[in-house]
């Protein structure tokens, strides 16, 4: 009998954008699929995030949140969900935002020359 093997996949997309506001509670949510069953990870700005009294991280089945509690400035930035298992790794990019405030897009103004 053939055992089935699936590499680790979100199923709600690659990239989330949020825009909050300070004292917002924000559920980053992911569902993962993936047989052997993918070992999961949170990161924001590239350094592991770990369960605290500011952040609350939950895992149910293949349901995974990452929860701020209490939005605060400088908690925006790039959250990042991996999911590795022995037969590869996928990433969600969730990137936070507070409200009036971007920080993730550069805009040029172009000059014409006259």
Known sequence: MPIFQLTPEFED????I?????GDEIPLKVT?????????KWYYNGLLVRDTSRVDLKAHGNK???TL???RQNEAGTYKCEA???????TKI????????????????FRRNR
């Open 13 to 16: 997309g690659d990239k989330t």
């Open 18 to 22: 949020i825009v909050a506001k300070e």
């Open 32 to 40: 993962i699929r993936g047989k052997p069953t993918p070992e999961v």
């Open 64 to 66: 995974h949140t990452l």
């Open 69 to 71: 509690l209490s939005f």
């Open 84 to 90: 590795t298992s022995r037969l590869g790794s996928k």
């Open 94 to 109: 969730f990137v936070v935002e507070l409200d009036g405030k971007v920080s993730h897009f550069c805009i040029t103004r």
